[in-house]
């Protein structure tokens, strides 16, 4: 088992990376926060890392915290999730976003991620309640009313088909007063100053 790994950064694509140390290129799958904040070629980066056996491959995993690592092999351990699927969920939210997500029991937020269904959603809630550290997670907010769910809803909707990621409009969606006008047109105005775009 490779448990972590440093060396040169060689190569960066799309979702994965290769780090060269001792004269090998390792080649490491890692969720998008992870690429955003590695740096340049040619500097030295150290991940926390997961290695996956199959028939066909041993596949690396990389990661910038332990505290990711954990939740990637928690979430590896639900019936019908493998790496690639969790990688995904690490790349579309934070490790808090999705703590959070299954504490209240959010399948909605959940199945905004690409690949997570209906179905998918209600198996992580039910296969992963009881498994996740739940300890120093921010207050759960109280439920708003329906029409103001709806309402959100449809601007989370929004907000990713404008190129924000489902993280990125949940967090502002959040961050979103309290006394909010309950208009979808309002919300958006008040959602993209979050981002500093209006």
Not at 5 to 32: A, K, M, N, Q, S
Not at 39 to 47: N, T
Not at 119 to 148: F, I, W, Y
Request: net charge negative; glycine share 10%.
């Amino acid at each position: 088992m490779i448990a972590s790994l440093r060396g040169i950064l060689r190569t960066i694509g799309t979702d994965h990376l290769v780090v060269e140390t001792g004269g090998v290129g390792f080649l490491v799958y890692v969720p998008r926060p992870v690429l955003e904040k590695l740096g340049s070629i040619g500097d030295e980066v150290y991940l926390q890392t997961f290695m996956v056996v199959r028939e066909d491959a041993l596949l690396l995993y990389g990661f910038a915290t332990l505290e990711q690592r954990s939740l990637f092999e928690t979430v590896l351990s639900v019936s019908g999730v493998g790496p690639r699927l969790a990688l995904g969920m690490l790349s579309a939210a934070t490790p808090d976003e999705l703590r959070i997500a299954v504490a209240q029991k959010d399948t909605t937020r959940l199945s905004r991620i690409p690949g997570i269904g209906k179905k998918t959603a209600e198996r992580l809630v039910l296969e992963l309640t009881g498994k996740l550290d739940l300890k120093g997670l921010p207050a759960a907010q109280p439920e708003a009313p329906p029409a103001v769910l709806a309402v959100n809803n449809e601007l989370a909707d929004l907000l990713v088909s404008l190129g924000y990621s489902s993280a990125e409009a949940g967090a502002a969606i959040a961050a979103l007063p309290s006394d909010a006008p309950g208009d979808l047109e309002e919300r958006l105005r008040l959602a993209l100053r979050y981002f500093g775009s209006a």
